[in-house]
């Protein structure tokens, strides 16, 4: 999964952009402007590539969440599709600012560019809530809930055969679950230390 590493690349290159941009109003020299308007712009790029290599791992764990998890990872979504348009645009801005020789269109760019940012630390934050809220207790929850339902079946059968089918069936899915969670996170070389 690509989306944790270009995560980081979306979080910092906006600070270093927003950086550069106060430095050129304060500066307004045009090498400054030039340094601002291509860190804008390698900003947007990694912006764009993290929502897209967000969109291929939300399906993949999707399932896994619970609701909250669910809501959660929606909203993560849609604020990222946001932040990968407006600072597209951003940069955009800022780049015909600097070819034009326009302060006021830099400045413009520089002030959106700094609300961008702020936004993106909230971004980071629901990503980071995603992951150490939904995402790692939700192989617990789906392991409780598999249980529960066992549990449930096993208090409708007299049978002790059968209480003991219900509760292995649990396992098999628990075991199941496991194998895919691990494979979507790349952890098959704990399972095979953990085997030894």
Same mark, same amino acid.
């Given at each position: 999964?690509?989306?944790?590493?270009?995560?980081?690349?979306?979080?910092?290159?906006?600070?270093?952009?927003?950086?550069?941009?106060?430095?050129?109003?304060?500066?307004?020299?045009?090498?400054?402007?030039?340094?601002?308007?291509?860190?804008?712009?390698?900003?947007?790029?990694?912006?764009?590539?993290?929502?897209?290599?967000?969109?291929?791992?939300?399906?993949?764990?999707?399932?896994?969440?619970?609701?909250?998890?669910?809501?959660?990872?929606?909203?993560?979504?849609?604020? !990222?599709?946001? %932040?990968?348009?407006?600072? +597209?645009?951003?940069?955009?801005?800022? /780049?015909?600012?600097? =070819? #034009? $020789?326009?302060?006021?269109?830099?400045?413009?760019?520089?002030?959106?560019?700094?609300?961008?940012?702020?936004?993106?630390?909230?971004?980071?934050?629901? !990503?980071?809530? %995603?992951?150490?809220?939904? +995402?790692?207790?939700?192989?617990?929850? /789906?392991?409780?809930? =598999? #249980? $529960?339902?066992?549990?449930?079946?096993?208090?409708?059968?007299?049978?002790?055969?059968?209480?003991?089918?219900?509760?292995?069936?649990?396992?098999?899915?628990?075991?199941? %679950?496991?194998?895919?969670?691990?494979?979507?996170?790349?952890?098959?070389?704990?399972?095979? =230390?953990? $085997?030894?």
């Amino acid at each position: 999964m690509l989306h944790p590493a270009t995560a980081h690349f979306a979080m910092v290159l906006p600070i270093v952009a927003s950086v550069f941009g106060l430095i050129y109003l304060f500066t307004k020299t045009e090498g400054m402007s030039k340094i601002s308007s291509r860190t804008t712009l390698f900003a947007a790029l990694a912006m764009i590539g993290v929502w897209y290599t967000g969109n291929e791992a939300g399906p993949q764990i999707y399932d896994y969440l619970s609701v909250q998890g669910k809501a959660e990872l929606v909203e993560h979504k849609t604020l !990222g599709l946001y %932040l990968a348009i407006a600072i +597209g645009i951003i940069a955009l801005l800022k /780049m015909a600012g600097c =070819k #034009l $020789k326009n302060f006021m269109l830099e400045a413009l760019a520089v002030v959106l560019l700094l609300a961008v940012t702020a936004t993106t630390f909230l971004q980071g934050k629901m !990503g980071g809530e %995603l992951v150490y809220n939904y +995402g790692m207790p939700f192989k617990s929850y /789906m392991i409780e809930k =598999k #249980l $529960k339902k066992a549990s449930v079946n096993a208090g409708q059968t007299e049978e002790s055969d059968e209480k003991v089918e219900y509760y292995e069936d649990a396992i098999d899915e628990i075991n199941s %679950l496991s194998k895919k969670v691990d494979k979507i996170y790349g952890n098959s070389e704990v399972q095979a =230390k953990d $085997k030894e």
